[in-house]
């Protein structure tokens, strides 16, 4: 008698695999990333070389000595945690604190669980973090776009949109007096006035940040790529995009002297990055389309509340970990159907 032999899953096979995804990111990066280079100059190439090579080598290390398994440095996982990692610092970052940032993202967030598919949170949103908590002045300290190809890049810094905003505030400030008047502050000496960047500044990335959150419409066109690719699907950014207006949309018209409008949540800060390029990491993001509108969802809600009403003025990175930490449970809810099952 002849048996049937079945071989382990999958079943079925399609010309995508780990590596064309991982390239595929890469490239959906170039746009944010080119943006980075115009605005933060030499900055900007140094932080992102050095966090892709030393993502890179401490995952061929570990894997080589330690876990001694294949080596998975050429599936380009290390590269694209490496240049997150860049896209979450600011451009003036010692090559020192940006190594250990690339070892926490690799050794503890990701080869500690095992390595690539295993881990349960955003691996440079771990080393982000870390580096946030650990080294606070130094990862608040943003180079202005204006003057960076003037030489003082490192030696000329200030405020992200939303820190400003969010210190003012806090001083009995109303949201149009401190956009439509500026604020009074002190550089090298002198009194200067400080106006928060207009929208087409903000669309375009000439504001303070973080390399890789300072361009809006650089960030969209990398997600647009994604989603034609189908590298990403549309229920986690639009989940949390949409989460994030609503939420701010509500708190404005109750208050806009006390809360800024979408818009500017929307395009200041690392929404875009975060829920284009953060948040839709397949390995730590649930599995079914109705646990990706959770999961986007919670992430809005989250970073809505640290921003308005939190001790930090962005919350991005702080609400996808914390909803990386409810994937399990919300996959044990919602299950995605199985190859095969017929619906009742």
Known sequence: MNLLTVSG???????????????????????????????????????????????????????????????????????????????????????????????????IAKMSFGGLGKNPFNPALVGRVFLLISFPV?????????????????????????????????????????????????????????????????LLGNMGGSLGEVSAIALVLGGLYMLFRKIITWQIPVAYIGSVIAFTGILWLINPDLYVNPMFHLITGGLMLGAVFMATDMVSSPMAPKGQLIFGLGCGVLTVVIRVWGAYPEGVSFAILIMNAFVPLINSGIKPKRFGEVSN
């Open 138 to 202: 130094q990862m608040t300290s943003w180079p202005k776009p204006a003057v960076l190809f003037s030489g003082l890049a490192d030696a000329i810094t200030g405020p992200t949109p939303l820190g400003h905003l969010k210190e003012e505030l806090n001083t009995g400030r109303t949201v149009s007096d401190i956009m439509e008047n500026g604020t009074s502050m002190f550089v090298d000496g002198k009194e200067v006035l400080y106006q928060l960047p207009d929208y087409m500044d903000q």
């Open 9 to 107: 899953s999958p079943h079925v096979h399609g010309d995508n695999s780990t590596k064309k995804i991982m390239y595929g990111v890469v490239f959906a990066m170039i746009p944010a990333l080119l943006v980075s280079i115009y605005f933060f100059g030499l900055g900007a190439i140094k932080v992102t070389l050095i966090s892709i090579l030393a993502c890179m080598f401490f995952e061929w290390i570990i894997q080589k000595y330690i876990i001694k398994g294949p080596a998975t440095i050429n599936d380009g996982s290390a590269m694209v945690t490496g240049i997150l990692l860049a896209f979450n610092v600011p451009s003036n970052l010692p090559i020192w604190i940006i190594i250990i940032g690339a070892f926490v993202s690799i050794g």
